[in-house]
Structure formats: C-alpha cells, structure tokens
C-alpha cells in the first residue's frame, strides 16, 4: 500500500469502516497507526469514526515502519549458512556460506535472482572481499584468492595468498578479509579452547587470538593482540576496527579501533609477544601479574572454572590499561543482552545512503538477530560513541552485511551452533530504506558536562526543556578470567539541565558526575517530535565515555517547576500521567505489562521467551522444573547451565537484577506451569 | 572332531583348518602363502609353500567342490578373512542354508544381493523367468577390496527358532554383517534358505559351507564363536514405590511406600513413573550357564542404583551409566535395583540391559520419555561438492588441519595434506560424512565413508636418498580443479623448490593417478608413498603391498622398504598409481 491510497481510505469513511472489519495485515495495521496522525491534522473527530483515537495517538511508528526486511528468493534447498558477502562492480552479490560454498547472485535486488555455485568445498568460509577483479575469502587456515580460469563461471584456481597454522580446534575460526587503502588484508583469528579448562581462550599456534595484515605478496604481519572471538573485523574511514564477542577476560561485547601493536584484553594471544615480529613485547607473565589468572586447583588437581563472585575486590579494563598501557579500550561496548550478545560485523553507511544516518556504522548481531547503530567522534585523540538499537526481526543471527547501489543493505546470517531470537537457522535478507527518516537521536556527543543529542527531527521543546524526559545513568565492567562480567559500579546520574537549540535540533544535557571509562546509559522517554509528539523510534543510547572532553560547560538555568507542566494536554501526556499513577495493591505475580519491563530491564528477554527456545531456554520449560522462586532468584545470580545440556549458549551470571524484582519473574515463571 | 570341540571353551573363537571340512575333492589344500595379479582376470590365485591358509584353486583335473564343516553351529559369530581371484565368485553359507555372496565385485558403483557381502537372493522354480530370485539383500554400499587383497568379513547370525515339536517360530536373522570394516548389514531378517542351500531345510545348528565350484578364493582365516549363552532372566519384580525427590538413598526403614506390587517385566512397571518418587524392585535373576556378566542402567536426568547379590558395599544413588560386574553361578542370584526420579520433568522410566561373552546383548527396560539425542546426518553429496576442505583426524588421533578430500565420479576418492602434499588416504564406497563439522558448531571434521586405506600420517612427503625426511619449509601455491577427481597442487619450498602434485581418480574407479614434477632440484631425493614393509611383486610394474592392502603400480623405478614405507625414488618427475 502506497501512501496516496491510504490518504484515499482517510476520505472514504465507508471503506475505512469496512476495512476495519476485515483481517488487516500487519502493514496494514502500522499505516492505519499512521493514519490517525493525519486525521489528526486534519482536525477530524475521532468520534466521527465511532473509536478511540487516543488509543492509537500513543502509537509511535517503529523501525518496521522505516526499514522493511525483504526476502531474497533462492532456489530451494539453497542453504545459505552466509559467512561472507561481497557486493561486484557489476551489481552481482557474491555470498560465502559456512558450509564452504561460494555463491554468485545476479540480479540480486530483484524480483528473481540468479544464483550460481562459483566455488565449493572450502572450510567455513566467515569472509569475503571482491578486490582488483577477484574474489578474495578467509576460511579457517588460509587467505585464498578464487580465479576462474577457464571462463565457465565457477572458479577452478583456489590460490593460497597467506596460510597460517592451527590446532585444529572447532573454535579456530578466521575472519575476514577487510582491504586497506594500501591493498593488504586484514584478517582476525579466533582463540582455541583449552582441554581441562574448557572454558578458558588458548592459543596453540601462532598467531590465533590475534588481527593479522596480510600483505598482497602473503607477508604475515602480526598487527594487534588481544582477540578472543573477533567475528567482525572492519575498515572504517581507512581505520581498523573489529567487534568482539563476550567471554573470558571479555566483559561484554565492544568495538575497538585498532592500531599497530594494540592488545585489545585477552591474554591467550601473548603467548607469542616473543615472536620477532610481534609488535606486542607484553608478556604472559606480566599480564597475569596484573590480571588475575584465577587458576585455583581442584580437588581432582585439574583447575576449577572461575565464576563471578558478587562481592569480591576486582579491577576495570581502564585500570589495568593504567599498568598495561598497550591495553587499548573498546571505543564502543556494546552492553551484554542489550545491544546484542554476539557482535558481529560493523560496516560503514555510505555517505549519501539513508538519509541523517549516512557515514554512521551498522553492528549486527548474532544472537539477537539485529543490527545496532553506533555514531563514533574522536576525543582527545581517542575513538569513543554511542550504539543504539536499529533494526531487529531478522530471521537468523546477523553475521554479515553489504550495501547494494539502491541502498538496500544485504544482511547475511547464520545461528547454527549458538542459536538466535530469529528462530530459522540460516538466511540472506534485504534491508529496505523507505526513504522516511525516523525520528531518532542522529548523533550522541560528549561534553564536559554531560551529552550532546542531535535529533533526526525537530523536538518538541516542552519536552525537551522538561528534566524528566531524562536519565542518565551509568556502569562499567569487571576485567577477569570469568566468562562475561556483569555491569558494576551502577551509578544514577542527576540530569542538572538542558539546553534546547534553536532549531530544535539539538540538546545539550548536563549530568552530575560524568564517569570516565564508564558505559552512559542515556534514555530520552519524555522527548517528542515536534510536529506530532511522537516518541523516539529508540529511546535508549548508551554512550562509552573513554575520554571527557575538555571545554566550556553549559550554562545550568534555575529548574522549572515540573508542577508547572500542563497536565494531561496532549494525549501522550495523559497517558504518562496515567502510567505515574499509584498502582493497585502489588500483586504476588506480575501482570503482563509489568513482567515485560521487568523482562526487558533485566535483559531476560535478550535470550528466553515465554514458550519458544530461542537461545536459552522458554520460561514455560523452566517453571516444569518446579524450582521455588528463591531457587531461581539463586540461579539468575549463580546460573547451572550444566542443566541445560540441550543449549550452546552458557547462561552469564546476572548478580544486578535487583532481588525484589528476581523475585517477581521467578514467580511470573512458576505461574506459567 | 566333536572331541575337539568340546575340550574348549565354547565362548572361544575356533579357527577352522582345512581338517574340519569334508567334501574337499582335491581342489583344496593349506599353502604358505598366495597372491594375484588383480587386472589379470584369469580367475587365478599364486601359491607357495605349505602353510595355513586354505586355498580352493580348481583345475580341470580337480574341480572346485564346496567344503562343508563337520561341527555344526547355531548362533555364531563368524569372521572371515579371504582373498579373491580376480573375477572369481565364491560364498559363505551359513548353517548351509544362508548365502553371505563372496565375489569379486572390485569398483562396481552399484551393488546386488550377488555382490560381495550381499546375502544372496531365495529362488522361486515355479516363477517366470527373471523373477525366480527374490528377496535377497545388497550391501548396504560396495566395500570390496581388490582381488589379491585380503578382505575381511564379520557376520553376527542368529539362527532361526523351533518349537519342541520342530515348527519354525522365528526367523534367522544377520544382526550385522561388517565387510572390512564398513557395516554393510544390520539386523536383517532371513525368511528361508537362499539359492543353493544344502538340502533339507532350516536347522536350529548347521554347518558353515564354503562355495567352492565357482572359482579360486584363499581363506586367511575363518573364526567362528557360538552365541550360546542364554541371557540371564529376571524373573517375578516385586515393587515398591516411595513419593518424594531424592538424590540420596534413604534409610529404608523411613519409608513408606505409596504403592508396591509384582510384575512380570519392567515394562509392566506404571507406578512412580511420572511423578517425583524413588522406585526399589527386587527379585531373582537366574542364568543358566556360569560367568560373567555385565549389567548397564541408566536413569534419564534422574539417579540408581543395581545390586546383584549379596551387597559388598553401600549402596548407593549414581547418576550417568551404572555398571554392575558380576561372576554369577548357574541358578538363581537375588538383586536390588533402585531407579530415583528427582523431578517430574525427567524422562519416564529407565534403561536396563545385560551382556556376556557370547551373548546377545539383552534390554530389560527402556525408558518412555528419553529424547533421541541423535542428529540428522548430514553426508555429502560428491556431485554438488566433489572437492571438500576439513579439519582431518587420523587413525591415532592426530590432527590434520589444512585438510582436503576429492571426489571422482567413478568412486575412487583421497585425501590430502595441504601442508605435507601427503595423500592421506584413498577410499572408496561413499564419499564424505560431514555431521561431525556440519552439526551445530561442530569440530570441523569430516569422515570418509566406505573402505578407507591409509596412507600417510601428513608426516614429510620428500626424502633423502637414506629416507631421512628432508627439512624443507613449504608454502602451499593452492590447487588448481581439473574436472572428475583431478587436482593440481602446488607448493614451494623457501629455497626455491616448487612441487606440482597432480592426482586424479582413475576412470575405472579401482584406484588413483598422481604425477609429481618437482621444479629447481638436482639431488636424487625419495617419496614416500605409502606404508607397509611386506612388498610382493606380483606382474611387471605392480607391487603388492600385502600389509597396507593396496597395489603400486609404478615404471621405470623400483619402490624401496623404508624405516616408515615404501619408497620411490624422485628427482625431477615421478609417475605411479596406487590400486585398492
């Protein structure tokens, strides 16, 4: 349905009225939400059409409003496990599959694409680069550079650019490659696990947990250490970056920019700083002499797998960086089970691509099925930003993306041996701009005092110059051995004022106590678009504040009255007021609204639904295993993933879910049985 | 002979000389040893010496007979190891009556119940031509060596069941049939004698027969171990069922039971299967021949326990499998099984089974709610992807990590180290099961499926002229695809050597071509082709390597017996073939 026809609809009540009887498809439903909005404007009663336009006023578009996921059709059976994409001169998408096929899509953003095998058999190929008129794929040991010789269009010179060496262990994946401006490739590698202590990132072979510049003649140059599960190596803006996945010594997921000689904080790859050309000199020892190893001896003489302990003395990333200075930050964490559990691939958009959200960067995510949007700005010499949810729905975990030249975004996934929210194990799919911007922070900058938010759109400045349309608060991370680390030192920062442009474009907040090193948490519930008072498509950004830039402060004008508010003005407002309402007596067990905060606060939901696996288990199969709540308050603390053998995924320890409110979902659970 | 056999145990395997058959016309005698020229179809075995195999080399003057053992068996194991004439065709009747097909079936890509391992079709007189034969089972894939080359067959036969008034009442069965290896049968049921049976019928005990009118075949060996041992029964269950979670043996005496009873079997048993509870049965196990034997349970996500006889320590709740070993006399022994449901949620019921030396394994109670844990298989397809890269594990565990298996359409199928350019291995049969590395996050590995030959352990391919494995650094060029099988490696070495390895499956199947050309070399160096160190020439240029199973066809060079195997001299081009 096209715009003009549901204008059509507005003026033939009749038709309106009829529609409404029918079964609407859920397009349907979000342009009649739409629809609302322009009786609105036209001042129409919403008695007139016999129901309550209130009701609907609260509705603010999505992001499935803006960006639709398209199917690209396949031939059947077509498994498409995609590891690698890669957009040709010539408008073809080349996709790389885990399952070792490489696939040549032409056609690819039309109605009937053709795809042709070019090449197979290789080893869980996680990369791909079309470069100077070839295709160029990591798999698990080698760069290789596919050359059809023979012009029957599937490759039949499987080159060897750089090969390296490997344990064979199942978890030495290799990543990449991403091209520089000088023509190397950049590949990351994967940790292996080790045998007793399954758990703990080890490296048998050089240069495994490492980012490796692979020159056009294969020199091997190691660059940077570090890694742990680095799935999504990037060049952005002729920079190295690369996104890591949440495990031992890795707090949560991140983006780090990279640079020669960097550690990005897992140790397993130090053990070759010895090597002569490891720009690294930092020593295992060193390392642990900082850093806990927390190797503690078993009764069976084998080592016990370290586990977060609530209340134990332990030290920040950004501490130990002030011992080990080649420790660099992430620019960018990503908060576990918020934004993603499994980060994957960040790419840049085009400049001219997607309107207020050009040059900025996508982050998918394996797990959740989404994609983030992160804005960077260099501080004091120093990469840091903000990500901000952006799109979820996919069918199975994002893995990789590329942009087509009509600004369609291919999005390549896979979950096969983690799971994901998208419950189908593989796909390639279309991201569709609708070249509407939706309203939403454009950018989030640092200040001295506190943030600067650039709107998509001009705000409502009432809600803008309200301080409770704010919070700000904040948290960083533990640095051990433990897989994951809960967010610690949660502090609640008082919004001290705002600061409205005249354009209403922008806002500056000043934030008592800004927290160097910590993740900000800044979420704008109150904020309203100007023009119709919607809400921001996402509230929530959560900026990573390396560094605090230095500068004139804002300017803190006296408080308003919040009294002084009109009340119950607009429709949003009276709901809100509503909402702030004193709450019947509480209830033993949540009701639905209620529980689905809680869920979502607590990031339960990243990973569990009511009654469908996705990567943990449903909450219905967990009330069948007739825990009493305080047993499952102890297991969100101290999970046992040892009885869940049927799941990949460990659940992390979740000590920061307040004890009332664990108390509350596990009686919601039991209530499901 | 029934002397002999009693004297030993019956458990025993018995290896059957040529003195344990009759009817041996003369064309069977016991030599030293034997061999073929597997591409001359001659029908004919080479012999030399007086030894202990048995060789059936028919001639004008003594025709070929079957031979037929004067023991007689029931159930039984019977393993043979045997050796085809090429083009011959032979057979090893069970009881007389079942045909398990012995032929040289070498390459074919499909097979029949006539085919070697295949359990030959029944025959109808009575129905049209072309429709006689019925009811015959193929392997399940061709795992045929070649003829000269010893082979190995392992059936697990269960003869067929009659009442005391002499009806049939079950079926013989092939509860699995493994053809050098490779499970080429598994429980099939065998409703009446096949074609050429002996005369008079099923038998409860038969004698094993040996075709022997249809060409030369060599026997290694012929092992047979009766299945004799009746499996122990449980009889009457008494039972009592105790409410309540417990990951620990009470005291007894504070329970009270919620229910009890008495069952015929454990499948009787209802009470205490779905709620919370810990269940106690007892009774008399009676077996009736003295040994030993082994008792497996398992609790589905819930705990046990099993005592048998009089307790020799506490006992107490185990999770996982639980084993009970016991040397049990003849008559009735009492026991005590525990099975504890700690939560609802947990599967219903539990695993109970019984082994011995020379017995079918035995299930007494199998539990209702126990998912299958099994995945789907996941085998690829050499059409859609004839050339495939793994990780590769190696017989002793060894790992190969630059791995790659290629595929030829007439079955002949190898793999390669990328790092060593090492031929791995040659198989034929299938072409690559992935479940290992395709199922969920798997370990990167795939198998071969069929009768694998190994060849190298990824260990240094180039030698010096004393076999001393040369030190060069290698880096692999990548391969170039040819079609059908063929691959070109390439790989150079830091002092500038550069190696091409092509190698292509031969159109005929029965083996693969490789061609080396090592480029920047003027030192006589060796290769390593293969293992094995017992090298029989058999015709001009073909080499049998008897312990490694395959031939060597090589001209102009002669293989050497290395410290680690054969040897092949190189220095600049080299040319062979490797037959399996």
């Excluded at chain 1, 408080?559 to 009109?566: D, E, M, S």
Aim: glycine content about 10%; aromatic content about 10%.
């Amino acid at each position: 349905m096209k715009k003009s026809s549901y204008k059509k609809m507005v003026i033939n009540h009749a038709r309106f009225h009829l529609a409404l009887k029918n079964n609407f498809s859920t397009d349907e439903r979000k342009y009649m939400f739409r629809l609302t909005i322009n009786l609105k404007s036209l001042t129409l009663s919403a008695i007139a059409l016999g129901m309550s336009l209130s009701l609907f006023a609260q509705e603010s578009p999505k992001e499935e409003d803006f960006f639709k996921i398209l199917k690209v059709p396949a031939p059947e059976g077509t498994l498409l496990e995609v590891g690698g994409l890669a957009m040709m001169p010539n408008g073809n998408l080349a996709v790389s599959t885990r399952r070792g096929d490489v696939f040549i899509v032409e056609n690819p953003t039309s109605q009937r694409p053709y795809f042709t095998k070019f090449a197979s058999g290789l080893h869980e190929i996680l990369g791909l680069a079309y470069h100077e008129g070839a295709l160029y794929m990591v798999q698990r040991g080698e760069l290789t550079k596919l050359t059809d010789l023979n012009s029957d269009g599937k490759a039949d010179w499987y080159q060897t650019i750089a090969s390296w060496k490997m344990a064979s262990h199942y978890h030495e994946y290799s990543f990449g490659p991403k091209i520089t401006s000088d023509g190397s490739f950049i590949v990351t590698t994967n940790v292996a696990f080790g045998n007793q202590e399954w758990w703990r990132g080890v490296s048998n072979e050089p240069y495994r947990g490492w980012t490796l510049k692979i020159h056009p003649d294969g020199k091997i140059e190691p660059f940077a250490a570090g890694m742990r599960s680095p799935a999504g190596p990037g060049y952005l803006d002729g920079e190295v970056f690369y996104t890591e996945n949440q495990g031992d010594y890795m707090a949560s997921g991140g983006l780090w920019h990279l640079e020669k000689g960097d550690f990005a904080g897992h140790p397993a790859s130090l053990r070759w700083s010895d090597m002569p050309d490891s720009p690294i000199k930092l020593t295992v020892a060193e390392f642990d002499a900082v850093v806990d190893p927390m190797k503690v001896k078993n009764e069976t003489g084998g080592f016990s797998k370290p586990e977060n302990v609530a209340n134990a003395p332990f030290i920040t990333l950004a501490e130990a960086k002030k011992q080990l200075p080649s420790i660099k930050l992430p620019a960018v964490w990503f908060p576990y089970g918020i934004h993603g559990i499994s980060t994957s691939e960040p790419i840049e958009i085009p400049d001219n691509f997607w309107g207020p959200f050009g040059g900025q960067i996508l982050v998918g995510d394996q797990g959740q099925s989404k994609i983030m949007r992160v804005m960077m700005e260099k501080v004091n010499g120093v990469y840091q930003g903000a990500s901000i949810d952006f799109r979820s729905g996919f069918q199975s975990g994002v893995l990789r993306m590329v942009f087509a030249a009509d600004q369609s975004l291919f999005v390549g996934e896979t979950n096969r041996g983690w799971g994901s929210a998208g419950d189908a194990n593989e796909g390639l799919q279309r991201l569709v701009w609708n070249r509407e911007a939706p309203f939403e922070m454009r950018t989030v900058k640092a200040k001295p005092d506190g943030f600067e938010i650039e709107f998509t759109k001009p705000i409502d400045k009432k809600s803008a110059e309200d301080l409770t349309s704010y919070l700000v608060s904040s948290f960083t991370y533990k640095y051990h051995p433990v897989y994951g680390s809960p967010p610690v030192k949660a502090m609640t920062h008082e919004i001290l004022g705002v600061e409205v442009s005249d354009d209403g474009r922008s806002v500056r907040v000043a934030i008592s106590d800004p927290q160097q090193y910590h993740v900000h948490k800044i979420s704008l519930p109150g904020i309203r678009e100007a023009s119709n008072s919607h809400e921001l498509v996402h509230m929530d950004a959560y900026y990573t504040l390396n560094e605090i830039p230095s500068g004139d402060k804002m300017v803190i004008k006296p408080k308003p009255v919040v009294a002084a508010i009109p009340v119950a003005k607009t429709a949003t407002a009276a709901t809100k007021t509503t909402a702030a309402a004193p709450k019947p007596a509480v209830k033993t067990v949540p009701d639905e609204a209620e529980i689905k905060t809680l869920l979502a606060k607590n990031t339960c939901s990243a990973c569990h639904m009511t009654d469908k696996r996705v990567v943990g288990p449903p909450f219905t199969e967990v009330a069948k295993r007739n825990y009493t709540p305080e047993q499952i308050v102890e297991l969100i603390y101290q999970p046992k993933p040892e009885n869940w053998p049927g799941y990949a995924t460990p659940m992390a320890a979740m000590p920061q879910v307040p004890k009332e409110e664990a108390l509350k979902i596990a009686k919601w659970i039991n209530s499901l049985k | 002979m029934a002397l002999f056999f009693s004297a030993i145990s019956v458990q025993a395997q018995t290896k059957l000389p040529l003195a344990s058959f009759e009817n041996n016309k003369g064309s069977w005698s016991e030599v030293a040893k034997v061999w073929a020229d597997p591409l001359q179809p001659g029908h004919e075995l080479q012999s030399e010496g007086k030894g202990s195999i048995l060789l059936n080399a028919p001639t004008k003057k003594k025709p070929g007979t079957d031979i037929i053992t004067t023991e007689k068996f029931g159930d039984a194991e019977v393993t043979l190891v045997y050796m085809m004439a090429p083009g011959s065709n032979s057979g090893l009747y069970l009881q007389g009556q079942y045909e398990i097909q012995l032929l040289d079936s070498w390459a074919k890509t499909e097979v029949k119940a006539g085919d070697n391992g295949g359990i030959y079709e029944r025959w109808d007189e009575s129905k049209p031509d072309g429709q006689k034969g019925y009811q015959g089972y193929a392997p399940r894939i061709n795992a045929s060596k070649a003829p000269g080359v010893w082979q190995t067959l392992n059936v697990k036969f269960k003869a067929p069941r009659f009442s005391a008034s002499g009806e049939k009442i079950e079926n013989a069965r092939v509860m699995s049939a493994t053809l050098n290896g490779v499970t080429i049968h598994e429980d099939v049921e065998l409703f009446g004698p096949t074609r050429g049976a002996l005369d008079g019928g099923e038998v409860a005990a038969g004698p094993i027969r040996i075709q022997g009118d249809h060409g030369a075949i060599a026997i290694q060996s012929l092992e047979v171990k009766p299945y004799d041992t009746p499996a122990p029964v449980f009889g009457e269950i008494s039972y009592q069922v105790f409410p309540g979670s417990y990951r620990e043996l009470p005291v007894e005496s504070t329970l009270v039971p919620s229910s009890s009873g008495k069952i015929a079997n454990f499948d009787e048993f209802v009470a205490g299967l779905t709620s919370v509870s810990l269940s106690k049965f007892e009774g008399k196990i009676s077996v009736k021949k003295a040994g030993n034997y082994t008792f497996r349970m398992s609790v589905p996500n819930g705990m046990g326990a099993i005592q048998i006889g009089n307790a020799t320590e506490a006992v107490q709740l185990r999770d996982g499998m639980i084993t009970a070993e016991k040397t049990l006399a003849a008559g009735e022994t009492s026991y005590v099984i525990w099975v504890s449901k700690p939560a609802d949620w947990t599967a219903q019921g539990f695993q109970l089974a019984a082994s011995s030396d020379g017995m079918w394994d035995e299930t007494y109670s199998t539990p209702a709610g126990a998912g299958f844990r099994a995945s789907d298989p996941i085998l690829v397809d050499p059409t859609q992807t004839p050339i495939l890269r793994s990780f590769i594990e190696l017989p002793d565990g060894k790992k190969i990590s630059h791995g790659i298996s290629v595929a030829s359409n007439a079955g002949a199928n190898f793999s390669y180290d990328i790092n060593s350019s090492q031929v791995l291995r040659v198989w034929r049969g299938g072409f690559l099961n992935a479940t290992p590395m395709w199922n969920s996050r798997g370990n990167g590995m795939s198998v071969p499926i069929g009768i694998v030959s190994e060849l190298s352990d990824g260990s240094s391919l180039l030698r010096n002229a004393d076999g001393s494995a040369t030190t060069k650094e290698w880096q692999t060029q990548g391969y170039q695809v040819l079609g059908n099988g063929g691959v070109r490696f390439s790989t150079k070495s830091k002092d500038g050597l550069e190696l091409k390895d092509q190698i292509q499956g031969k159109a005929d199947g029965k083996g693969i071509d490789r061609s080396l050309e090592l480029s920047g070399n003027s030192t006589p160096l060796m290769i390593r082709v293969a293992p094995g160190k017992v090298l029989n020439e058999v015709s001009d240029n073909l080499y049998w390597i008897e312990d490694a199973g395959i031939f060597l066809q090589v001209a102009g060079q002669k293989p050497q017996v290395g410290a680690d195997g054969i040897l092949l001299p190189i220095t600049t081009t080299l040319s062979y073939s490797i037959l399996f």
